[in-house]
C-alpha cells in the first residue's frame, strides 16, 4: 500500500509540474469575468519591460482584423534601444473578457528570416466584440506580457486611439532573472 502511494504521489507531482511550467502565464486573465470599459485603447504597438511589441493582421484588402476568418499575423519585437529581440519564446492567446472563453483555433508562432519578426498562423476572431490578445514573451534575458485590445466587427462602435508606445494599465511585468530599469 506505501509503495503504491508513492508511485501515485510521485506521478502526481510529476503532472503538476508539467502544468505549472506549461501553463500561459497569462491564463488567469479570463478567468474572471470582465465588463467592457467605456473606452478601448486598440493601439498596435505596446511597450512594455523593456520591450516594444507591433502587431500587423495580414489580410488582403484591409487593415482591420476580420471577423470569423482564419488569417496570420506578423508581430514586431525590439528592445528599448531599438535592437530586435531574436530567438524570443512566445506563447500567445486571444479571449473574450465579457464570455470567458477563447478562439476555436490554436495559433503556431515561428521566427521569420526578418530579425525581430515573427509569424503567428491561425487567428480567428470567431464572434464580434471585445477581444484581448496576449502575448507572453520570453527568453531574451527578461519576460513581458503584453495585452493588445481589439473590437473585431464592431469597427462604427469604437473609436482606435493611434498612440504608439502605450503601456495599458493591465499590462503585467514579469521577470525572469533581471528588473527592467528605467
Known sequence: MKSSLKVTSVILIGLLSFVSTSAFAIDSYAKIKKQR???IDTSTQI?????SIAYFALVDNSSSV?????HSWKIVITKRDGSPVTNAEIETIA??????????TTPTISETDVAGEYLIEGMNFHMPGWWVASFDVSGYGSRA???FHLVVGEDSLVGKDSSQDHMLSDHSKMND???DKH
Do not use: Q
Open 145 to 147: 506580457l503584453v495585452r
Open 47 to 51: 511597450t512594455s519591460a523593456g520591450i
Open 66 to 70: 476580420p471577423l470569423n476568418k482564419i
Open 37 to 39: 470599459p467605456e473606452h
Open 177 to 179: 532573472s533581471s528588473h
Open 95 to 104: 479571449e473574450m473578457p465579457e464570455h470567458l472563453h477563447g478562439m476555436t
